[in-house]
């Protein structure tokens, strides 16, 4: 079963990736965690009057070493004034990004978070729930189509790759120059094929890169040929 979390308009709800995780060198300045940085932040938030919190809760998200953080304020706070608080409190970047150009587009709900489990004790119940256990992963519910679960395609909006396009399959690095940046250069694909026994795949994507970007395209083989 997963639950579904739509943002209330006293609530900011995190996904807090990796919570645990180093994400500044060991000894440099500031909080060295996202959970940290999260405490850190809305402290200062409350000690200097900008957000007026009257409850948090954590829960372990679905997946380990994640967790979902939801702060309950005491007054609404507009929508975008909640997105920016979310990704200043260290929400996963792909998350907040979407977030924020789902509200630019005018798409509801902007924000969200799906469970497997209930929030603790949380102070509400969920605004929806669907049968379905695994994640529901963009690449496996376009596959389905009309038959992907009808919550995701009712409450999910728009998805990272209407948002942004499909991610880059791994290129090898493009050093551009200072000053004028030829547009040529930006769309420079090396691809870097990882598996020997993906040459199959490698030659699709190498045909299809020429096509999109010309004399630029070639393969580097990082396996075994
Ligand atoms: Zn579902």
Wanted: with cysteine; hydrophobic share 40%; aromatic share 10%.
């Amino acid at each position: 079963m997963a639950y579904w979390y739509l943002r209330h308009e006293r609530e900011l709800l995190l996904d807090l990736d990796f919570a645990t995780k180093h994400v500044k060198r060991p000894g440099s300045k500031g909080p060295q965690t996202r959970s940290e940085g999260f405490r850190q932040r809305l402290q200062t938030a409350i000690r200097e009057g900008l957000l007026d919190v009257e409850a948090v809760w954590k829960s372990e998200s679905n997946t380990e070493r994640k967790y979902h953080v939801a702060v309950l304020l005491k007054k609404p706070v507009s929508e975008l004034e909640a997105l920016i608080w979310q990704f200043h409190f260290f929400s996963d970047l792909l998350r907040s990004k979407s977030d924020l150009m789902r509200y630019a587009q005018g798409i509801k709900p902007a924000s969200l978070l799906i469970r497997n489990a209930k929030f603790p004790q949380f102070w509400r119940e969920p605004d929806a729930q669907c049968p379905c256990v695994k994640k529901h992963d963009t690449a496996k519910m376009m596959e389905l189509g009309e038959s992907a679960c009808d919550v995701w395609k009712r409450l999910r909006g728009a998805n990272p790759w209407s948002l942004f396009g499909r991610t880059a399959d791994v290129q090898r690095y493009v050093i551009l120059p200072t000053g004028s940046v030829p547009l040529e250069l930006i769309l420079r694909r090396d691809v870097v094929v990882d598996a020997p026994q993906s040459k199959a795949k490698a030659e699709v994507i190498l045909r299809s890169e020429v096509k999109h970007s010309g004399k630029y395209c070639t393969v580097q083989w990082k396996g075994k040929k």
